[in-house]
């Protein structure tokens, strides 16, 4: 499956065309399904990561701006589900009950592509490899099968070409012994029976290397399949095609705090589209139809350094009609903060005594007061344009950071973008921020965009947002922190890292290099569009911009400890 094939439709998707929409998910859901099933063989949680993936994928595609590379980013999208999967999963969750009530996939790879020889060996032989090589190879299978190229698996991976070479080749070594493994158990070794006469017939770590410390000493085992006679996997996997989606298989997307249903099989078009389409037009949130959003207050206090008030509490709901009930506060006791250090922590005297001492050349307007909503019908103002020579990112061109310690260096003279997609409902409580570490130059933050603010309702009431709700518990910010759009938009004249630091909540930052162009057009984008509300403009065009909080010069060991200080 080519992305560039489909750039009719994806486009026709994010325009908001139902049909197209319908098309996209039912022509790439085969290719998630066998990323994820691979990786996971077939355990019970592969639905689920399957319809994390297409949620994610629905809810994003309005940032999508190259079509060509849809494919790529579908496939980062899944990966990084299963790898945080894979971080959540407790042992209860893992035992030998879930994985036997699932469908195998090796099995079903070999029963529905007719496998047979030396194909259905390989196939068998995934059992045999740990989690991390069954996600690589979830990918190398897609590769030299075709469907994706050695530059996505990389990207996919999150790392260099050069990299993922030396990690496919040990993948391979593995797989080969996985595949050594299989045929010695199909053979008649009377030494291996009684290596095996405790073995459960399930696969683990503990066995591999039992069976194949028997294979290497025994020369029976050893010589079934000689080298000669072993084709290597790569040509036995060539265009091989994808294992079929299991009629009956379901879509069921939670979204909006409501349930968009509608099963979708192997025959069947997908029919779900019509529930979540307000997905892809700006803002990506499905509102209650009688839902009313309005705002009022100036969006941003600022102040010099020397005359820094008393930092004020962000509200939890900022857009909320005066009839609804205002969202509860949280107690300073149930808030279940994050296990990572706080980022507002004070510094050492020692240190600020021996920071008075430095020379300081400040620039940029300082922002550590929460801000009231604007009104959503205000039109943005001008954006100032700056002078753009390209950014380069060492996370390629779109990354997402979901764990602590993921982190980006931005490099080079134009805007960058940071995603933000907050999930509540699985950790409520005190949020860490992330960081803007190393800064050598100038950074801004010159726009927020993206159709809502986190705080912005989407329920009839007033009390729910994409910060949490009445049922979950709200997600709480850092003492004067400023609210997050979906959308937050920066310049850079230099480098700087962006590092991820939270580790309690689930949320996503997602950072690329952007345009002048891209941000006037999504801070444009306005009621009359079908959107909730404008963007807004924070940049003057001058050194007296604001620059982002939670940014320094220096290189903490650990980001998360970077004060809420917005002179640099």
Known sequence: MDGRQWRSTIAAAQAGDRRALDELVEGWLPLVYNIVGRALNGHADVDDVVQETMLRAVDNLDTLRDPDSFRSWLVAIAMRQIRDRARRRTADQMDDHDAHGAADFAELTVLRLQLEGQRKEVAEAVRWLDDEDRQLLSLWWLEVAGELTRRELAAAVGISRQHAAVRVQ???????????????????????????????????????????????????????????????????????????????FTLSLAFGGKTAVAATTATASVSWSAKVIGALAKPAVVVTASATMVAGGAYVVTQPPEDRPTQAAPTALSTARGPAPPAPRTPSRSPSPSSSPSPSASPSPKKEKEKEKEPKTLYGTVVDVADRAPDPDTPPAALPRRPESGITSSGGPRTAMNHRGDNVTFTGRGYVLVRWQILPQYRPGGLVMPAWTGLEGKLFHVASGGGRRMDDPTSADGRTSSMGGPDTGYTVLPEGTQQMWQNEYFYLDGTVTLTQNERGADYNITVAPSTWDAVTEDIAIGPDRGAIRFGLVRDDGKDSAPVPQYVTRERPADAATVPQRSEV
């Open 170 to 248: 040990r993948m391979k070594a593995r797989l080969e012994t996985a595949r050594g493994i299989v045929r010695a158990l199909d053979a008649s070794c009377s030494d291996l029976g009684r290596v095996t006469a405790h073995w459960s017939g399930q696969p683990d770590s503990v066995w591999r290397k039992r069976i194949a410390r028997h294979i290497r000493g025994c020369a029976r085992c050893d010589g079934h399949g000689r080298p000669g006679e072993v084709v290597p996997a790569e040509r036995l996997l060539v265009g091989l095609a994808l294992v079929p989606v299991p009629v009956g």
